[in-house]
């Protein structure tokens, strides 16, 4: 195994903020590139005030990078800590409040990323996938009606097969530093997440699609577990409808392995065909937390990620 291998984490969120808590378990180069299109809650709120980047996923990666020492065990805390009140300061997250000050007070954006990422002392680095805040747009069909939902939390909550998605800007200022941490990967992953709020924005920039395609490194997309309820967006979608949407948007797109729970097994041969399409191989793992539903398990990630780097 390559000691401290050069991995990059695309996505947002909780899913990104599990596959880092795990990676940096794994080894001590990792970099988190993450979503900037939340408009709901505590960032939209900021996002919306001052006209800057919305800070969740990013706060999230942050204290999912965090070292499991006290020191980074505490501000993790803090970071996530959530006021309650009956002012305006209700449901903003610390760490929400602490990014957007250091924005507001120097522009440089991944400066204070960097910053912050200095202060909790955390594993690896935290980048934004883009210099601007972004809105994702997506095309909907439903009983034969078509409509078109404009933000993040529209389109997480919308009903009907997905026909179409982009990014708004189309062509967002790109984070220089993101790029050049693609290029100089030794592995990259996509996912688990939100698919279509967290993992599809990915895709849908096409200077960060490029850059990937473009890399050498080895590529990992980490696939949802399997979710019955009917508030997660795109619940219930089969494992090769993930992958189709993906490469609706990216035809060309290649990768290594399709990482995926062992309760998949043996379900979808569909969807192991299309893996092979893309030139990639399912690996298939216990990979649920036995006490949260829906969400991977820390350590059974780590194990996955040390096997497949091995």
């Known amino acids: 195994m390559l000691q401290n291998p050069k991995v990059v984490c695309l996505g947002g969120g909780h899913g990104l903020a599990a596959t880092l808590s795990a990676m940096r378990n794994v080894t001590k180069n990792v970099t988190a590139v993450v979503t900037v299109a939340d408009n709901g809650g505590s960032s939209g709120r900021l996002r919306e005030e001052f006209n800057s980047l919305p800070p969740g996923d990013l706060r999230m990666a942050l ?19 959530r006021f309650t009140s009956e002012g305006p300061t209700n449901n903003h997250a610390v760490g929400n409040l602490l990014l957007t000050a250091l924005w507001d007070r120097n522009q440089d954006l991944v400066n204070g990323l960097d910053r912050i990422g200095d202060l909790l002392k955390v594993v690896g680095r935290v980048l934004p996938m883009a210099l601007e805040p972004l809105d994702i747009e997506g095309k909907f069909e439903n009983n034969g009606q078509a409509s078109v939902v404009r933000g993040q939390v529209q389109v997480a909550v919308a009903t009907g097969k997905v026909k179409e998605l982009r990014l708004i800007p189309s062509n967002p200022k790109v984070t220089p530093e993101a790029i050049a941490a693609i290029a100089d990967a030794d592995w990259i992953t996509f996912g688990p997440g939100s698919w279509l709020s967290s993992v599809m924005p990915h895709f849908l920039f096409k ?13 990992i997309m980490i696939f949802n577990l399997p979710d019955k309820s009917t508030s997660d967006e795109f619940s219930g979608i089969s494992l090769e409808e993930h992958l189709q949407l993906v490469l609706d948007h990216v035809p060309d797109l290649t990768f290594d392995i399709a990482l995926i729970d062992k309760v998949f097994e043996g379900k979808e041969p569909g969807f192991s065909q299309l893996v092979e399409k893309c030139g990639g191989r399912v690996i298939t793992l216990d990979l649920a937390d036995n006490v949260v539903n829906f969400h991977h398990d820390k350590n059974k990630l780590i194990s996955a990620f040390t096997h497949i780097f091995s």
């Open 63 to 81: 204290a999912a990078l965090c070292a499991d020492d006290e020191w980074g065990r505490s501000w993790a805390e803090i970071m996530q800590y």
């Open 207 to 219: 200077e960060q699609a490029d850059a990937f395609k473009n890399s050498p490194a080895k590529k």
